[in-house]
């Protein structure tokens, strides 16, 4: 049965049915994917005699922003870390390529787009960590906190030595 070539004769569909029919498998016993395939048969039956067909070939989608991202990752930028949980998704390529435009549409030359646009969105960066820096500052760690009562009573330095 090793070398048996029953997948060349039918497909699984008329397989199943031929057992059905014949009383081979019970109906209750069909399997689950039957009566869908029967209600919503393929356009093209799945033989395994019909040829293959003709690989086409894939177009290369290029958008403006991709030209755009490639100038910013050929000098570096635009590698910056992603916080998945923030509220802030935009990455720092995002960024860059907002910049970038904007600039442009301002008339900046463009050898100066890509550098501009990046020290500006560098400095965003940099005014975005020292508010969220100070703003920690601000908020102090509450001395009630359950967790705050449990560091204070732990001993850390001898807690293996029991």
């Known amino acids: 049965m090793a070398s048996s070539r029953l997948e060349r004769i039918g497909t699984i569909f008329t397989r199943v049915e031929g057992l059905l029919v014949r009383g081979a498998m019970k109906p209750d016993d069909r399997p689950v994917w039957f009566d869908v395939y029967r209600a919503f048969p393929p356009f093209l039956e799945p033989k395994f005699a019909r040829p293959k067909p003709e690989p086409k070939p894939i177009r290369q989608i290029f958008y403006q922003e991709d030209v755009i991202r490639a ?26 390529v907002q910049q970038y435009q ?45 967790t705050a009562k449990v560091l204070s009573e732990a001993d850390l330095k001898n807690i293996f030595k029991e």
């Open 71 to 96: 100038k910013f990752h050929t000098k570096g930028h635009g590698t910056g870390a992603i916080d998945l949980l923030g509220q802030n998704n935009e990455t720092q390529t995002k960024r860059l």
């Open 102 to 146: 904007k600039f442009q549409a301002e008339g900046v030359p463009e050898e100066e787009l890509v550098e501009k646009s990046a020290t500006a969105v560098g400095a965003e960066r940099k005014e975005q960590y020292e508010a969220i820096k100070a703003t920690r500052a601000q908020t102090p760690a509450n001395p009630e906190s359950v």
